[in-house]
Nanobody, 118 residues
Framework: QVRLVESGGGLVQAGGSLRLSCAAS????????MGWYRQAPGKQRELVAT???????NYADSVKGRFTISRDIGTNKVYLQMNNLKAEDRAVYYC????????????WGQGTQVTVSS
């Protein structure tokens, strides 16, 4: 089992910045991929950014150049630095842990709300 706890959401004005954090605990094994997804009201959950335990990153086109994902392997934390936030970034942001090799599993955090005012 893997437990994920997000923090750092809140209300920010358009053009502002927020930094989300996710702390992972439990049965964590490498290689794995951790990432951030978001779900806006009335929409499906979508990928924001992922980072592998080797440091490879992947971003949604809508956040490239504005968001940066990073992780601290030693403390099992992953971060999402969000700059130049836009109204369309408003959503609940979820942390995800994925491992495809045994012991395989996919886990989600409880989510943290990000609200951007225009």
């Amino acid at each position: 089992q893997v437990r994920l706890v997000e923090s750092g959401g809140g209300l920010v004005q358009a053009g502002g910045s927020l930094r989300l954090s996710c702390a992972a605990s439990g049965s964590i094994f490498a290689p794995n991929t951790m990432g951030w997804y978001r779900q806006a009201p009335g929409k499906q959950r979508e990928l924001v950014a992922t980072i592998t335990s080797g440091g490879s990153t992947n971003y949604a086109d809508s956040v490239k150049g504005r968001f940066t994902i990073s992780r601290d392997i030693g403390t099992n934390k992953v971060y999402l630095q969000m700059n130049n936030l836009k109204a369309e970034d408003r959503a609940v942001y979820y942390c995800n842990y994925l491992r495809t090799n045994p012991p395989a599993g996919a886990y989600w955090g409880q989510g943290t709300q990000v609200t951007v005012s225009s």
